[in-house]
């Protein structure tokens, strides 16, 4: 064990400084010029820049060339300036890179920071924490939800099949209507009313289908809330597939990019900005999968319990739980902001949903059998 530790930690230090230069600019130098070289470690690794400066006048060239002088990368700045995680590459490490910086005119401060990431080690991460999430589910159907709640496995496939229904027509109805109907938003309210009104929109995607389906399964499928071990069976079954499959997903993708294999450039580059950006990266999908197993038990829950009872305010509780998640997610997506932000400030932000949602469930368990009508559903 100790020796797995040890071989993974590089992995989980993406970055090692190549360069790290500050200059300082008075008006008494007209031009100034600044060179550099450094050689990569690892082939296949990629550079990654940062820029900064504030300047009164003037401006700053950086230029940056591969071993056989072919031109990586050519920036001019001037004024306040600020650049982050501009990522270059793969690269050969056989092969110097040769960096230029030349000022003209320029008054004022500026810094530029040169860092070598480890592609590899961000891919690694992702297959990990996808096989983390995998034996999570494994482990908690085994072990817990078999021990505690032992109802017949065919209510937690109930609840796959609800999930796998709602996010189905969902996706359909998505690639047919959302262009347009953000586009509309967009042009009839501005970019804040994009951002705000868009947001809602994704979000209420995800209750309308996820839940409504919920709504129709409860009203046509005999014994779905005559007990609270089945009703929360159901919840468990639409959020354990949901994370089953997104850390298969995590871990095929990552495999495939390892492996070079053609048409997954834009996979590696997704991996490379969120590695960049998100600190402890293989831990992030199975925290983000815990919020979301949390609140599909807790929203499905309410909607069978809102059925059992004919009280269709806990309807719209479950609803809700599920809106709102979705309404978070889907500004950070519309904002652009999913790779330049760390995803632990979204997962900061659905924390509270958690803790509402394990608040509902021990609620429900606690309070199911009273008031109940009997069920009445088809077969």
């Known amino acids: 064990m100790r020796r797995l530790i040890l071989l993974f930690i590089p992995y989980l230090l993406f970055c090692t400084d190549l360069l790290n230069f500050e200059g300082i600019e008075s008006s008494e130098k007209d031009t100034s010029v600044y060179e550099f070289s450094f050689i990569l470690k690892e082939d296949g690794d990629m550079l990654v820049m940062n820029t900064r400066g504030e300047l009164s006048q ?14 990586i990368g050519n920036y001019t700045e001037e004024g306040g300036f600020e650049q982050k995680n501009l990522l270059f590459g793969p ?55 078999k021990r505690y709640i032992g109802v017949r496995s065919k209510w937690l496939a109930i609840g796959a099949g609800c999930w796998a229904l709602g996010v189905a027509l969902k996706f359909i109805f998505a690639i047919l209507l959302n262009k347009p109907i953000l586009a509309y938003i967009k042009d009839l309210f501005g970019q804040t009313g994009y951002l705000s009104l868009g947001s809602v929109y994704i979000g209420l995607l995800t209750g309308i289908f996820e839940i409504g389906i919920t709504l129709i399964f409860a009203l046509l499928i005999k014994g779905i809330y005559d007990s609270k071990k089945v009703a929360i069976s159901v919840g468990i079954g639409a959020g354990t597939v949901e994370a089953f499959l997104i850390g298969l997903s995590q871990i095929g993708n990552g495999i495939m990019v390892l492996g070079g294999v053609p048409g997954t450039e834009k996979i590696l580059s ?36 809102a059925v059992a009872r004919r009280r269709y305010i806990y309807f719209w509780a479950g609803f809700l739980i599920l809106t709102g998640i979705d309404v978070i997610a889907g500004y950070f997506h519309l904002a652009g902001l999913v790779n330049v932000i760390s995803l632990w400030w979204i997962e900061a932000l659905l924390i509270p949903f958690a803790i509402v949602s394990i608040l509902i469930i021990r609620w429900l368990m606690k309070n199911w059998e009273q008031g109940l009508y009997p069920s009445q559903n088809l077969s």
């Not at 003037?58 to 031109?71: A, D, S």
């Not at 230029?100 to 924490?129: C, D, H, Y």
């Not at 490379?272 to 402890?280: C, G, I, R, S, V």
């Open 58 to 71: 003037g401006r700053v060239n950086i230029r940056f060339l591969g071993g056989g002088q072919e031109l």
């Open 270 to 305: 997704a991996f490379a900005q969120t590695a960049l950006t998100t600190p402890l990266l293989i831990f992030i999908g199975p925290v983000e999968r815990i919020i979301a197993i949390l609140c599909h038990i807790a929203s499905r829950f309410l909607v069978l319990y």
């Open 91 to 145: 690269l050969n490490a056989k092969d110097s890179v040769y960096v230029t910086i030349t000022t003209n005119n320029a008054v004022g401060r500026w810094k530029v920071q040169f860092l070598e990431f480890s592609p590899k080690g961000s891919i690694l991460s992702i297959i990990f924490s996808g096989i983390i999430i995998v034996l999570l589910i494994i482990i908690f159907i085994i072990f817990i939800w």
